[in-house]
């Protein structure tokens, strides 16, 4: 095992995975687009702020297409460094070169203005087209494959260089007599494999281990307290606040209980 | 060996024609060639009464039948994979920790109070594997899940291995367990160290452990 190592402004890479599950960006200035709740640390003098903002009109003009998911991102904006992650899920970069990239949009983390989000014919994927790095995140490390392969669709991640996405439907369980009665009355249960995506033509594919998540454990939540910033009664807007913190039962000894750690 | 791990939560394998392969639903990624997924009543292998074995056992999961050509990923709910080859050992595995195993590899259901009687049974309570557990013995190689990353624990002669019952994912070979425990007024009082049950594995073979305490 090797120590931990210990970073500092200067030593943290510029633009580079700081290990598996981190990502460092460095702000000169610039702005970096990042889907809310991903940043978990940073240096410098950095601003977010919504999307929506007045400020961001002319940049938003550019290279943000995608008023469905405009409430679930945020411009950064100054200069530093600022360290993007999301629940321990592998983090990486990638550069797209004049090219275009589907994206599932609840795995990508953060991407540079110079590239423009548009969302996908395909509901829940977002495609970026431009010149320009992105940041993306994935349960366990993505493998990149060629088509034609057809894809669970829980573990795609995206697709690059349009190979071309259909629904691919096996009706093999149902022929047969024992399909038939099964495709009647459920009996037997499905393999759940009957539909995936097919991608034929040219370009990758992406995948990852899975889109199932795993239980979002509140770690370091706010109490819910009055006076206490994001504590209190109902955060609306805030998806997962409150989740992990259980009421407090009668009978249980409060916070004297947790002094003494039982 | 038909599973190849392509990283720590995907395993490839390949399917040709004329052999069997069984997996738990859905747990398949993606697939090239033409393969095709027939969901097993059974629950595995055998006629009826094995069925209805494994039903009265609680060992019945969900599994399938992959059959065709061609080449299939496997992978479930983000958990680590850990592939197991067995030369003509036995595989005392949760039916639920399997992913994916080679149809020439034999399937069936053990109590647990064969081995040891009474204490065995408490043995599977801790564990969390119930009063049953799955066995495969033959030649061929498993697919087993785990929460965190597994290591392989060599068990030998002398050399007995101590497990956390929760960690404790699966083990081959000539391996006797047995459940020690190590309760003290301390425990009785709530202030115990949390290591009071421990499976105490001996005999020649190999206990797999996982790095966390959750189960699956």
Redesign the interface.
Known sequence: MSAPVIFDPMTLPSDDNVNAYTFCVELKGGEWFLQKGKMIAYYGRIEFNGIGHGRFERLLRTSFHSPLHASDWVVAQGSGKMLLADRAFDVNSYDLEDGNLTIRSGNLLAYQPTLALKQSIVPGFLTLIGTGKFVAAS???V?F?EP?????PQ?LVGWADCPSPCHHY?H??MTGVLGGL?SLTG????????H?FEFVGAGT?L?Q??E???AEQATGAVPHEPGVPGGGAGVPGSGHAGQGAAPRLPGQLGDLQRRFG? | MPFRE?????VEAVVVPGQKMFSQ??A?????GEV????N?QGGQGGLMSMIGRRVANEAT?L?TVEGNGTV?F????HHIQVIGLAGDTLYVEADRLLAFDGTLQQGTMFMGSQGGVMGMVRGQVTGQGLFTTTLKGHGAVAVMAHGGVIEVPIGPGRDVHVDPQAYVAHHGDVRNKLSTALGWRDMV?RGSGEAFQLELSGSGAVYVQASEEKL
């Not at chain 1, 034609?148 to 669970?152: F, M």
């Open positions: 349960n366990g490390p493998v494959m034609p392969i057809r894809v669970d573990a096996d093999g369980y099964r009996l037997g249960g499905t393999s759940g494999e009957e995936q594919v995948l281990s899975t199932m998540l795993m039982l | 392509i990283n720590s939560k995907m639903r859905g398949m990624l993606a697939y090239r095709s997924f027939t969901p009543m969900p399938m990923l992978g479930h709910g983000g709530g």
